[in-house]
């Protein structure tokens, strides 16, 4: 029975994903290896010849049974993975036509409105409110979706020349738009 318990003696299963990497790789967080496109899809074909493996066995065992089911849980598992990782790329590509940013002098937040020129992909973020605080900032510059990360960035940039602007006892500007051409490729 077993045969990924065999395999994981040596191979990562990467059981928490692969992530999306520079350069259109896809990286385990775990054990780091980097696969790009076809290697995902090498991947998840071994997942599947270990299920027909495990299909080959004796079909009256009780602990074949077992190792059949989790081999096509493995498969599952591998496949749900590959889609999503499929879906990222689009979703990354559709850079923001504008983004709106306005301070909230009262709420102390920044309230940033995302327009998109393409049909955007269902999911895409519209909308997205910080603290007016640089920590809060910060944190969303590594929030998983490229997006806001993108949005962190600029809130940010925005955030320094208000903070400079105050502290020399000017009157900050409240709002600013950033256009596409301001807008680093996303991903
Ligand atoms: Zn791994």
Redesign the pocket.
């Known amino acids: 029975m077993g045969v990924y318990m065999v395999e994981g003696t040596k191979n990562?299963l990467?059981l928490e994903g692969l992530r999306a990497a520079s350069g259109g790789s896809y990286r385990?967080p775990?054990?780091g290896?980097s696969l790009d496109g076809g290697g995902v899809a090498e991947w998840v074909r071994e997942a599947e010849e270990a299920r027909d493996e495990a299909y080959s066995l004796d079909k009256g065992d009780r602990f074949a049974e077992i190792a059949r089911q989790e081999a096509q849980r493995e498969v599952y598992r591998r496949r749900r993975i590959m889609y999503e990782l499929e879906n990222v790329p689009r979703v990354v590509t559709t850079r923001p036509e504008m983004i709106l940013i306005i301070h909230d002098a009262e709420a102390a937040t920044y309230g940033c409105r995302i327009f998109y020129k393409e049909p955007r992909q269902a999911g895409s973020v519209e909308q997205v409110s910080v603290a007016a605080v640089l920590e809060t900032i910060l944190e969303l510059r590594s929030d998983p979706d490229p997006i806001v990360r993108l949005i962190a960035e600029k809130v940010e940039e925005f955030h320094a020349v208000r903070e400079k602007l105050t502290g020399e006892g000017e009157t900050a500007p409240g709002r600013r738009v950033f256009y596409a051409n301001e807008l680093r490729a996303v991903g």
Request: hydrophobic share 15%; with cysteine; charged share 15%.
């Open positions: 990562c990467h385990c775990v054990c290896e």
